[in-house]
Protein backbone atom coordinates (compact mmCIF):
# COMPACT_ATOMS: atom_id res chain seq x y z
CA UNK A 1 0.00 0.00 0.00
CA UNK A 2 2.17 2.98 0.09
CA UNK A 3 5.63 2.83 -2.18
CA UNK A 4 7.27 4.55 0.43
CA UNK A 5 6.91 1.93 2.65
CA UNK A 6 7.49 -0.65 0.37
CA UNK A 7 10.44 0.66 -0.68
CA UNK A 8 12.23 1.04 2.89
CA UNK A 9 11.18 -2.26 4.00
CA UNK A 10 13.44 -3.45 1.09
CA UNK A 11 16.63 -1.55 0.85
CA UNK A 12 19.14 -2.65 3.98
CA UNK A 13 20.06 0.75 6.08
CA UNK A 14 22.87 0.65 7.86
CA UNK A 15 23.23 4.03 10.17
CA UNK A 16 25.76 5.65 12.32
CA UNK A 17 23.63 6.40 15.35
CA UNK A 18 25.11 10.08 16.95
CA UNK A 19 26.35 8.39 20.56
CA UNK A 20 27.80 5.15 19.53
CA UNK A 21 28.89 5.22 15.62
CA UNK A 22 27.67 1.89 14.93
CA UNK A 23 25.16 0.57 12.94
CA UNK A 24 22.37 1.16 15.43
CA UNK A 25 19.68 3.35 16.25
CA UNK A 26 18.44 4.19 19.86
CA UNK A 27 14.43 5.04 20.97
CA UNK A 28 13.18 5.27 24.41
CA UNK A 29 9.85 6.23 26.28
CA UNK A 30 6.33 3.99 26.06
CA UNK A 31 5.97 0.85 28.46
CA UNK A 32 2.71 0.37 26.40
CA UNK A 33 4.22 -0.10 23.40
CA UNK A 34 7.65 -2.35 24.15
CA UNK A 35 6.10 -5.44 22.95
CA UNK A 36 5.66 -4.60 19.47
CA UNK A 37 8.69 -2.11 19.44
CA UNK A 38 10.95 -4.98 20.53
CA UNK A 39 8.89 -7.42 17.74
CA UNK A 40 9.70 -4.88 14.95
CA UNK A 41 13.00 -4.14 16.36
CA UNK A 42 13.91 -8.03 15.44
CA UNK A 43 12.22 -8.30 12.16
CA UNK A 44 14.16 -5.04 11.24
CA UNK A 45 17.36 -6.31 12.43
CA UNK A 46 17.20 -9.58 10.65
CA UNK A 47 16.03 -7.75 7.09
CA UNK A 48 18.78 -4.88 7.20
CA UNK A 49 20.97 -5.41 9.63
CA UNK A 50 20.32 -2.60 11.73
CA UNK A 51 20.36 -2.42 14.96
CA UNK A 52 17.28 -0.85 17.18
CA UNK A 53 17.76 -0.50 21.15
CA UNK A 54 14.46 0.82 22.66
CA UNK A 55 14.46 1.35 26.41
CA UNK A 56 10.78 0.90 28.14
CA UNK A 57 11.33 3.83 30.61
CA UNK A 58 7.87 5.84 29.98
CA UNK A 59 6.27 8.01 27.96
CA UNK A 60 8.00 11.13 29.79
CA UNK A 61 10.94 9.60 30.23
CA UNK A 62 10.82 9.33 26.03
CA UNK A 63 9.56 12.83 25.48
CA UNK A 64 12.01 13.97 27.49
CA UNK A 65 14.98 12.58 25.61
CA UNK A 66 13.66 13.82 21.92
CA UNK A 67 13.84 16.93 23.62
CA UNK A 68 17.26 16.81 24.84
CA UNK A 69 18.46 14.85 21.63
CA UNK A 70 20.01 12.35 23.80
CA UNK A 71 18.32 9.60 21.66
CA UNK A 72 17.52 8.95 17.95
CA UNK A 73 13.74 8.80 18.26
CA UNK A 74 11.18 8.35 21.32
CA UNK A 75 7.87 6.99 21.57
CA UNK A 76 4.79 7.98 23.80
CA UNK A 77 1.29 7.39 24.25
CA UNK A 78 -0.03 11.10 25.57
CA UNK A 79 1.15 13.42 22.61
CA UNK A 80 3.41 16.77 23.47
CA UNK A 81 1.94 19.76 25.20
CA UNK A 82 1.40 22.84 23.20
CA UNK A 83 4.04 24.18 25.77
CA UNK A 84 6.48 21.41 25.16
CA UNK A 85 6.07 22.09 21.38
CA UNK A 86 6.74 25.98 21.28
CA UNK A 87 10.39 25.03 23.22
CA UNK A 88 11.62 23.01 20.97
CA UNK A 89 9.78 25.29 17.67
CA UNK A 90 7.49 22.20 16.62
CA UNK A 91 10.58 20.47 14.72
CA UNK A 92 9.57 17.49 16.45
CA UNK A 93 7.01 15.57 14.38
CA UNK A 94 4.53 13.08 15.80
CA UNK A 95 3.93 9.78 13.94
CA UNK A 96 1.59 7.32 14.74
CA UNK A 97 2.45 4.24 14.66
CA UNK A 98 0.27 2.04 16.14
CA UNK A 99 -2.89 1.76 18.47
CA UNK A 100 -4.02 -0.03 22.13
CA UNK A 101 -6.37 -0.90 24.78
CA UNK A 102 -5.56 0.39 28.39
CA UNK A 103 -7.14 -2.44 30.43
CA UNK A 104 -8.47 -2.01 33.74
CA UNK A 105 -7.89 -5.50 35.80
CA UNK A 106 -8.34 -6.48 39.14
CA UNK A 107 -7.30 -8.92 41.67
CA UNK A 108 -10.44 -9.60 43.97
CA UNK A 109 -11.62 -13.86 45.29
CA UNK A 110 -14.04 -15.01 44.12
CA UNK A 111 -15.26 -12.82 41.12
CA UNK A 112 -14.96 -15.82 38.22
CA UNK A 113 -16.57 -13.75 35.41
CA UNK A 114 -15.24 -9.97 33.77
CA UNK A 115 -16.35 -7.21 35.82
CA UNK A 116 -18.53 -4.67 33.97
CA UNK A 117 -17.41 -0.87 35.20
CA UNK A 118 -18.75 2.24 33.91
CA UNK A 119 -16.07 5.45 33.40
CA UNK A 120 -18.05 6.87 36.64
CA UNK A 121 -17.49 4.15 38.60
CA UNK A 122 -13.79 4.06 37.61
CA UNK A 123 -13.28 8.00 38.28
CA UNK A 124 -15.06 7.91 41.63
CA UNK A 125 -12.86 4.46 43.07
CA UNK A 126 -9.56 6.37 41.69
CA UNK A 127 -10.98 9.86 43.40
CA UNK A 128 -11.82 8.00 46.52
CA UNK A 129 -15.48 8.20 46.80
CA UNK A 130 -16.02 4.25 46.09
CA UNK A 131 -14.32 2.62 48.61
CA UNK A 132 -15.79 -0.87 49.09
CA UNK A 133 -16.17 -3.90 46.36
CA UNK A 134 -19.70 -4.15 47.21
CA UNK A 135 -20.51 -0.62 46.28
CA UNK A 136 -24.26 -0.35 45.56
CA UNK A 137 -22.42 1.55 41.80
CA UNK A 138 -20.34 -1.77 41.34
CA UNK A 139 -23.60 -4.16 41.91
CA UNK A 140 -25.89 -2.24 39.65
CA UNK A 141 -23.73 -2.82 36.71
CA UNK A 142 -22.79 -6.78 37.85
CA UNK A 143 -25.81 -8.15 38.66
CA UNK A 144 -25.84 -11.78 40.17
CA UNK A 145 -21.94 -11.48 40.85
CA UNK A 146 -21.22 -11.50 44.50
CA UNK A 147 -19.01 -8.82 45.56
CA UNK A 148 -17.30 -8.75 49.01
CA UNK A 149 -17.22 -6.08 51.24
CA UNK A 150 -13.20 -5.18 51.27
CA UNK A 151 -11.78 -2.12 50.77
CA UNK A 152 -10.54 -1.30 47.15
CA UNK A 153 -6.99 -0.97 46.97
CA UNK A 154 -6.08 1.24 43.77
CA UNK A 155 -2.52 0.61 41.68
CA UNK A 156 -1.33 3.66 39.53
CA UNK A 157 1.67 4.66 37.87
CA UNK A 158 4.76 6.33 39.79
CA UNK A 159 6.21 7.50 36.32
CA UNK A 160 5.37 9.70 34.13
CA UNK A 161 3.36 7.72 31.53
CA UNK A 162 1.15 7.53 28.76
CA UNK A 163 -1.04 4.64 29.79
CA UNK A 164 -2.02 7.42 32.69
CA UNK A 165 -2.17 9.57 29.94
CA UNK A 166 -4.93 7.64 27.87
CA UNK A 167 -6.47 6.60 31.39
CA UNK A 168 -6.93 10.01 32.36
CA UNK A 169 -8.16 11.63 29.23
CA UNK A 170 -10.85 8.74 29.22
CA UNK A 171 -12.16 9.90 32.72
CA UNK A 172 -11.91 13.43 32.61
CA UNK A 173 -14.67 12.45 29.29
CA UNK A 174 -16.72 10.76 31.45
CA UNK A 175 -16.32 12.54 34.58
CA UNK A 176 -16.84 16.39 35.18
CA UNK A 177 -15.55 15.67 39.05
CA UNK A 178 -12.18 14.25 38.03
CA UNK A 179 -11.87 16.51 34.79
CA UNK A 180 -11.70 19.47 37.68
CA UNK A 181 -10.02 18.31 40.42
CA UNK A 182 -7.71 15.37 38.80
CA UNK A 183 -7.62 16.15 34.96
CA UNK A 184 -5.76 14.84 32.23
CA UNK A 185 -1.62 14.31 32.20
CA UNK A 186 1.10 12.00 32.08
CA UNK A 187 1.57 12.81 35.79
CA UNK A 188 -1.19 13.20 38.17
CA UNK A 189 -1.82 14.11 41.81
CA UNK A 190 -3.86 10.83 42.58
CA UNK A 191 -6.87 11.93 45.15
CA UNK A 192 -6.04 8.08 46.96
CA UNK A 193 -2.93 6.77 48.02
CA UNK A 194 -3.29 3.50 46.59
CA UNK A 195 0.00 1.70 45.50
CA UNK A 196 2.18 3.38 42.95
CA UNK A 197 4.29 1.23 40.44
CA UNK A 198 6.78 2.07 37.80
CA UNK A 199 5.81 1.38 33.90
CA UNK A 200 3.02 -1.93 32.96
CA UNK A 201 5.37 -4.23 34.07
CA UNK A 202 5.50 -2.97 37.85
CA UNK A 203 1.58 -2.14 38.03
CA UNK A 204 0.24 -5.64 36.34
CA UNK A 205 2.57 -7.17 39.00
CA UNK A 206 1.29 -4.96 42.06
CA UNK A 207 -2.41 -5.74 41.22
CA UNK A 208 -1.22 -9.37 40.96
CA UNK A 209 0.08 -9.15 44.63
CA UNK A 210 -2.32 -7.31 46.26
CA UNK A 211 -5.86 -8.83 47.27
CA UNK A 212 -8.50 -6.60 46.09
CA UNK A 213 -6.84 -4.05 44.13
CA UNK A 214 -7.51 -2.13 40.84
CA UNK A 215 -5.07 -0.98 38.41
CA UNK A 216 -5.08 0.18 34.42
CA UNK A 217 -2.48 -1.59 31.84
CA UNK A 218 -1.70 -1.69 28.34
CA UNK A 219 -3.73 -4.74 27.59
CA UNK A 220 -1.00 -6.98 26.08
CA UNK A 221 0.70 -6.75 29.75
CA UNK A 222 -2.85 -8.12 31.36
CA UNK A 223 -3.09 -11.02 29.07
CA UNK A 224 0.65 -12.26 29.51
CA UNK A 225 -0.02 -12.51 33.03
CA UNK A 226 -3.59 -14.06 32.83
CA UNK A 227 -5.20 -11.08 34.42
CA UNK A 228 -8.87 -10.22 35.08
CA UNK A 229 -9.97 -7.39 32.83
CA UNK A 230 -13.24 -5.60 33.20
CA UNK A 231 -15.84 -4.95 30.30
CA UNK A 232 -15.63 -0.89 30.35
CA UNK A 233 -18.93 0.62 29.09
CA UNK A 234 -18.79 2.97 25.78
CA UNK A 235 -20.42 6.57 25.05
CA UNK A 236 -23.07 4.06 23.33
CA UNK A 237 -24.02 2.32 26.25
CA UNK A 238 -22.01 -0.98 25.74
CA UNK A 239 -19.66 -3.06 28.13
CA UNK A 240 -17.13 -3.75 25.64
CA UNK A 241 -13.82 -6.00 25.95
CA UNK A 242 -10.37 -5.09 24.63
CA UNK A 243 -9.55 -6.38 21.65
CA UNK A 244 -7.81 -5.84 18.32
CA UNK A 245 -11.42 -5.15 16.88
CA UNK A 246 -12.76 -2.68 19.26
CA UNK A 247 -9.75 -0.79 19.21
CA UNK A 248 -9.96 0.00 15.85
CA UNK A 249 -13.68 0.32 16.28
CA UNK A 250 -12.79 3.64 18.06
CA UNK A 251 -10.35 4.88 15.35
CA UNK A 252 -12.77 4.38 12.63
CA UNK A 253 -15.43 6.74 14.32
CA UNK A 254 -12.46 10.15 14.16
CA UNK A 255 -14.07 12.87 12.01
CA UNK A 256 -10.84 14.80 11.33
CA UNK A 257 -7.36 13.85 11.61
CA UNK A 258 -5.59 17.23 12.81
CA UNK A 259 -1.99 18.08 10.52
CA UNK A 260 0.33 17.93 13.57
CA UNK A 261 -1.51 14.16 14.02
CA UNK A 262 -1.76 14.91 17.76
CA UNK A 263 -5.34 13.21 18.84
CA UNK A 264 -7.45 11.12 20.83
CA UNK A 265 -9.51 8.57 20.34
CA UNK A 266 -10.94 7.34 23.92
CA UNK A 267 -14.78 7.57 24.65
CA UNK A 268 -15.62 6.96 20.96
CA UNK A 269 -19.11 7.03 20.18
CA UNK A 270 -19.34 4.21 17.75
CA UNK A 271 -20.92 0.86 18.87
CA UNK A 272 -18.18 -1.71 19.76
CA UNK A 273 -15.46 0.98 20.72
CA UNK A 274 -13.72 -0.25 23.51
CA UNK A 275 -13.63 3.43 25.22
CA UNK A 276 -10.29 3.37 26.33
CA UNK A 277 -8.08 3.16 23.33
CA UNK A 278 -4.97 4.89 22.53
CA UNK A 279 -2.61 5.89 19.76
CA UNK A 280 1.29 5.59 20.14
CA UNK A 281 3.60 8.10 18.43
CA UNK A 282 7.30 7.56 17.26
CA UNK A 283 8.57 10.88 18.12
CA UNK A 284 12.13 12.28 15.57
CA UNK A 285 13.09 15.36 15.33
CA UNK A 286 12.40 16.88 11.72
CA UNK A 287 16.21 17.24 11.21
CA UNK A 288 18.43 15.07 12.43
CA UNK A 289 22.33 16.51 12.18
CA UNK A 290 23.86 13.32 11.13
CA UNK A 291 22.65 11.80 8.06
CA UNK A 292 23.48 8.48 8.42
CA UNK A 293 21.39 8.34 11.53
CA UNK A 294 18.65 10.26 9.72
CA UNK A 295 18.25 7.95 7.21
CA UNK A 296 18.10 4.95 9.82
CA UNK A 297 15.77 6.42 11.69
CA UNK A 298 13.32 7.17 8.67
CA UNK A 299 13.88 4.05 7.15
CA UNK A 300 13.17 2.15 10.26
CA UNK A 301 9.58 3.99 10.64
CA UNK A 302 9.06 3.60 7.24
CA UNK A 303 8.76 -0.11 7.93
CA UNK A 304 6.73 0.02 10.85
CA UNK A 305 4.73 1.46 9.02
CA UNK A 306 4.51 -0.65 6.34
CA UNK A 307 2.20 -3.84 5.35
CA UNK A 308 4.41 -6.29 6.64
CA UNK A 309 5.04 -4.52 10.13
CA UNK A 310 1.54 -3.21 10.76
CA UNK A 311 0.49 -6.79 9.64
CA UNK A 312 2.17 -8.17 13.08
CA UNK A 313 0.46 -5.74 15.30
CA UNK A 314 -2.52 -8.20 16.12
CA UNK A 315 -0.41 -10.88 16.61
CA UNK A 316 0.33 -8.77 19.55
CA UNK A 317 -3.11 -7.49 20.87
CA UNK A 318 -2.29 -4.36 19.23
CA UNK A 319 -4.45 -2.54 16.12
CA UNK A 320 -2.97 -1.50 13.44
CA UNK A 321 -3.45 1.81 11.74
CA UNK A 322 -5.24 2.42 8.51
CA UNK A 323 -6.69 4.75 5.79
CA UNK A 324 -6.43 8.49 6.26
CA UNK A 325 -4.67 7.79 9.73
CA UNK A 326 -1.77 5.52 8.19
CA UNK A 327 -1.64 7.47 4.87
CA UNK A 328 -1.09 11.06 7.08
CA UNK A 329 1.74 9.08 9.04
CA UNK A 330 3.83 7.57 6.60
CA UNK A 331 4.05 11.24 5.27
CA UNK A 332 4.75 12.44 8.45
CA UNK A 333 7.89 10.13 8.84
CA UNK A 334 8.53 10.79 5.23
CA UNK A 335 9.80 14.40 6.45
CA UNK A 336 12.21 13.08 8.45
CA UNK A 337 15.88 14.47 7.14
Request: aromatic residues 6%; proline residues 4%.
Amino acid sequence: MGTKSDKSDASPAQAASPQSGAAKINGAGSTFVYPCMTKWASEYNKKTGLQVNYQSIGSSGGINQVRQNTTDFGATDTPMNAEQMKETNNEILHIPVVMGAVAVTYNVAGVDKPLKLSGQTIADIYLGKIKKWNDAAIAKTNDGVKLPETDIVTVQRADGSGTTGVFSDFLSKVSPEWKEKVGTGLSLKWPTQGVASKGNEGVAGSVQRTANSIGYVEVVYAQQNKMAVAEIQNAAGEFVTPSVDSVSKAAADLKEIPDDLRLSITNAAAPGAYPIAGITWALARRKIANPESAKAVKDFLAFALGDEAQGMVATLNYSKLGGDLLKKARDKAALIE
